[in-house]
């Protein structure tokens, strides 16, 4: 599975970006998708996951409530509806692909896109 995420830029704290990952495959239907991020100066950070269907979702604590993963296996994407933008989440974004149990460990995921950076100003 190859990945492409795309949808970064720059936007002011309270607005919303769409983050998109385009994958390349024939057996994207059957992963689990996540998102992660990794800001200058720290840890990659798990920041929402889904079930290969898409009727299980996961996400972690700093965005709940303000982001939403959701993907098309017909399309092959999977996208990150970002809502309620702060400074903090100031990032670089992944997507990756986990052909394994649903998961938040960075290291349960084969498959990494390259980053889209997402810039909050205050």
């Known amino acids: 599975v190859q990945l492409q995420a795309s949808g970064g830029g720059l936007v002011q704290a309270g607005g919303s970006l769409r983050l998109s990952c385009a994958a390349s495959?024939?057996?994207?239907?059957?992963?689990?998708m996540g998102w992660f991020r990794q800001a200058p100066g720290k840890e990659r950070e798990f920041v929402a996951v889904?079930?290969?269907?898409?009727?299980?979702?996961y996400s972690g604590d700093s965005v709940k409530g303000r982001f939403t993963i959701s993907r098309d296996n017909a399309e092959k994407q999977v996208y990150l509806q970002m809502n309620s933008l702060k400074p903090e989440d100031t990032a670089d974004y992944y997507c990756?692909?986990?052909?394994?149990?649903?998961?938040?460990?960075?290291?349960?995921?084969?498959?990494w896109g390259q980053g889209t950076q997402v810039t909050v100003s205050s």
């Open positions: 889904i079930s290969p269907n898409g009727y299980n979702t």
């Open positions: 495959g024939r057996t994207f239907s059957r992963y689990h």
């Open positions: 990756a692909a986990n052909g394994g149990l649903m998961s938040k460990d960075a290291r349960g995921y084969e498959y």
